[in-house]
């Protein structure tokens, strides 16, 4: 490990990852509902110094510096997207890419120092999402993580059953959701907001994911707008099937969750 892993060329991705805007007792209760990624990478300086820069931005990192740890890391607990290098020390990404793509759909995202098209083609036959090169800037990493995760949302016209006898539907080909099987009149940032609770129920969403998930410009609105909207959706629940506005409950200091 480097002594002093913001020298040099990694000072960006320090000076990117050093906000430490979230108190310590809130980060660690976080972490049991944020999105999970494994970055597998043998340079520790840039692992360490990337991995910090993403879990400002809300995500938990899991780190392996080679392959064979990487894909161990992978089957304990598989995470929501993978951050894989090209080259490691004990196995190609490409092999360790296949391998993953054999077991999972996981996205998984190749870095590497190769500029080579060849490469980039390989990496994404071999299953990759997508390909960044280095140097790369931080901030281009957290970017094409949130695409891809928002991309990854499931959207299944599958029923949810979400209790006290309610069950909520997704018709994607028509853009509505419905409750007991009648629709609910949703505004556009509405049906956003509660497509991606039901595409995960269970699982808690912070104020700032479900912006980034409903907003082009999250950075223009305000924790009290999700309120708002969680508020008036619960009020459109209630009006289909009473006791229904509680599927969406709320975790005081956390987010809101689609309740089972």
């Not at 990192?61 to 997207?81: C, H, I, K, S, Y």
């Not at 990759?128 to 949302?153: G, N």
């Not at 979400?162 to 994607?172: E, M, P, V």
Request: charged residues 25%; hydrophobic residues 40%.
């Amino acid at each position: 490990m480097m002594s002093e892993p913001c020298d040099g060329l990694l000072r960006e991705l320090c000076d990117f990852g050093n906000k430490a805007h979230v108190r310590p007792a809130v980060r660690a209760t976080l972490a049991a509902f944020m999105e999970t990624l494994l970055f597998i990478e043998d340079d520790d300086g840039i692992r360490l110094a990337l991995s910090m820069a993403l879990e400002d931005e809300g995500y938990v990192v899991r780190q392996a510096p080679n392959g064979e740890d990487g894909l161990g890391e992978f089957r304990r607990t598989p995470p929501d997207l993978v951050l894989l290098d090209l080259r490691l020390p004990d196995m190609s990404g490409f092999d360790v890419c296949r391998a993953l793509r054999a077991e999972s759909i996981v996205p998984i995202i190749m870095i590497t120092a190769q500029t080579d098209t060849h490469d980039m083609v390989a990496g994404l036959e071999a299953g990759a999402d997508d390909y960044v090169t280095k140097p790369f800037s931080p901030r281009e990493i957290v970017a094409r993580v949130r695409a891809i995760l928002r991309r990854s949302q499931p959207t299944s016209a599958l029923p949810v059953d979400a209790g006290n006898g309610s069950i909520l539907r997704h018709d994607s080909s028509a853009m509505r959701v419905h409750c007991h099987g009648e629709p609910l009149d949703l505004t556009a940032h509405e049906y956003k907001l509660l497509l991606v609770l039901l595409g995960r129920p269970g699982r808690v969403f912070t104020r700032d994911q479900l912006l980034e998930h409903a907003w082009q410009d999250p950075g223009a609105v305000t924790d009290r707008t999700i309120d708002a909207h969680v508020k008036s959706i619960r009020a459109k629940l209630r009006c289909v099937r009473a006791g229904a506005e509680d599927l969406i409950q709320t975790r005081r200091g956390l987010g809101y969750l689609l309740a089972l």
